[in-house]
């Protein structure tokens, strides 16, 4: 993934992200090329035994019938925050007109992806996934359900190696044309894109823009 720096994440806004649950396209290559699967997948930092990288896992699990599954190895897993379309009038001033944009979240976790036909880590796995949601349900069920609905599935980790996290967010715009963004989106509904610039760009930019300040000030 291209990644300019200044739109680079930092290592804390990418745990966030893949602490937050969220589901995500899982990418491999087979042998009529890439394939991928749209599904849920759960952080474990302490995951990943056998990796000597110390980023941990993801694990999830696919169906039976998927044959992704079948083609273990290295692989990509795409995670999405928060995404809005930006109007051009929103980043524009007197004198200085824009154009119209899209600020987005992404982050990107690669690793080997193993895979896990062990009941026990499945059902393990399916506890944590639907826990992480606030759902206990499964235990509700009867054992034989339980296992007829365990033999549909197949566990999948990805044992992460490297994580690329890119945030275009605005944070190379001015603060005065970051504010109007974010009025522009709580105003059209997009809330979450608004608060994540409030919390990050809005503070990088005015940053920014007082160490330019006080560098012309030492210069003038």
Known sequence: MYVPAHFAMTAGQIRT???????????????????????????????????????????????????????????????????????????????????????????????QLVVHDDPHWMLAAVRRLSAAHGDASVDALPAPAVDKLLRAIVGVELEITRVDGKAKMSQNKTPAAIGQVIDGLRAGGGEATAEWMAEHSLPRARAKADLLAGIRERRS
């Open 17 to 111: 992200v893949l602490e937050a649950g969220s589901s995500g396209d899982l990418v491999t290559v087979g042998t009529d090329g890439p394939v991928a699967t749209y599904l849920p997948m759960l952080f474990d930092p302490d995951g990943a035994p056998r990796s000597a990288s110390g980023l941990g896992s993801l694990i999830g699990h696919v169906s039976r019938v998927n044959d992704q599954w079948r083609t273990p190895g290295e692989a990509l897993f795409i995670l999405h925050g928060p995404d809005d379309y930006i109007e051009s009038d929103w980043l524009s001033s007197p004198g200085a007109p824009s154009v119209p944009t899209w600020n987005y979240v992404t982050v990107h976790v690669y690793g």
